[in-house]
Antibody, heavy 117, light 106 residues
Framework: QVQLVQSGAEVKKPGASVRVSCKAS????????MHWVRQAPGQGLEWMGI????????GYAQKFQGRVTMTRDTSTNTAFMEMSRMRPEDTAVYYC??????????WGQGTLVTVSS | SYELTQPPSVSVSPGQTASITCSGD??????ASWYQQKPGQSPVVVIH???KRPSGIPERFSGSNSGNTATLTISGTQAMDEADYYC?????????FGGGTRLTVL
């Protein structure tokens, strides 16, 4: 079955960077786009960007341009999301989610990133 | 940029029908999906491509999309359906989410 397993919770100081991983199994990793979505405490879902695992092509929401980088490692079927210059308002649960059937059909368990001095 | 608008909250009595709307410009020309999220859990897709129900999703969940409005309908609502629901559409390859609707079953 499809599984997306994300890395564990992180605590970062303002100005630091964070890297979250998303290891895929149960399907052909390169054939399905991967998206990253975040959710601040008590807030809604916020789309961050997309990566095509086949060629590494990316697209980012304008809000995160210049601060987020999405990459992948096809040898380990893992997608990565790195965000720099973290601020307290970036405290959120970060999710990876696979695209199939024109929807985000499988989601990771989420990674809580806390930004605090 | 493209925007989707949902009511912040909807209430329904057990066994009744709940309808949650999602509005966006010419939404009917984009595929709409709906996600259910319970506290502390990851979102789960309940409707995709306007009307399609993934395997494992109960038949009481249905969707429609016409004009500027997509609608998620839950027939015979159960207590377990109490959750936040998000609509989603595509703006080219980019994802757009609605602000979410809290469904209360009381």
């Amino acid at each position: 079955q499809v599984q997306l397993v994300q890395s564990g919770a992180e605590v970062k100081k303002p100005g630091a960077s964070v890297r979250v991983s998303c290891k895929a199994s149960g399907y052909a990793f390169s054939r399905y786009h991967m998206h990253w979505v975040r959710q601040a405490p008590g807030q809604g879902l916020e789309w961050m960007g997309i990566i095509n695992p086949n060629d590494g092509g990316t697209g980012y929401a304008q809000k995160f341009q210049g601060r987020v980088t999405m990459t992948r490692d096809t040898s380990t079927n893992t997608a990565f999301m790195e965000m720099s210059r973290m601020r307290p308002e970036d405290t959120a649960v970060y999710y990876c989610a696979r695209v199939a059937n024109q929807c985000l059909d499988n989601w990771g368990q989420g990674t809580l990133v806390t930004v605090s001095s | 940029s493209y925007e989707l608008t949902q009511p912040p909250s909807v209430s329904v009595s057990p066994g009744q029908t709940a309808s949650i709307t999602c509005s966006g410009d010419k939404l009917e020309y984009k595929y709409a999906s709906w996600y259910q999220q319970k506290p502390g859990q990851s979102p789960v897709v309940v409707i995709h491509q306007d009307t399609k129900r993934p395997s494992g999703i109960p038949e009481r969940f249905s969707g429609s999309n016409s004009g500027n409005t997509a609608t998620l309908t839950i027939s015979g609502t159960q207590a377990m359906d109490e959750a936040d629901y998000y609509c989603q559409a595509w703006d080219s390859s980019f994802v757009v989410f609605g602000g979410g609707t809290r469904l209360t079953v009381l």
